[in-house]
Nanobody, 123 residues
Framework: QVQVVESGGGLVQAGGSLRLSCTVS????????MGWFRQAPGKEREGVSC????????YYADSVKGRFTISRDNAKNTLYLQMNSLKPEDTAMYYC????????????????WGQGTQVTVSS
């Protein structure tokens, strides 16, 4: 019943920008922490950023601090990730996740996951 759908991925040149979106249905969105994770071929999934239910507390992986910004619009049940100054090492499948209790980039078992959207950054 819960649906998590990402969009906004694509192919960009290094230094460019993308804005990812994640729309969630089937749960009380404002009661859930939301996060972005990514996985590149041959690598483990890693946490990129998460935002608490209030929207006031955000967390970022060191590799994206200063370049990525996470935000949410609870009225639209939508999560965003603004990605600027993209680097080839940002290339990965990006996944949106929701969890009732956690906003942690090291917690693996988030309650719900989307199918992912591909981000490819060329050099």
């Amino acid at each position: 019943q819960v649906q998590v759908v990402e969009s906004g991925g694509g192919l960009v040149q290094a230094g460019g920008s993308l804005r990812l979106s994640c729309t969630v249905s089937g749960l009380t969105f404002d009661f859930y922490a939301m996060g972005w994770f990514r996985q590149a071929p041959g690598k483990e999934r890693e946490g990129v950023s998460c935002i608490k239910w209030s929207g006031g507390s955000t967390y970022y992986a060191d590799s994206v601090k200063g370049r990525f910004t996470i935000s949410r619009d609870n009225a639209k049940n939508t999560l965003y990730l603004q990605m600027n100054s993209l680097k080839p090492e940002d290339t990965a499948m990006y996944y949106c996740a929701a969890d009732r209790r956690h906003c942690s980039l090291t917690f693996e078992a988030w309650n719900y996951w989307g199918q992912g959207t591909q981000v490819t950054v060329s050099s």
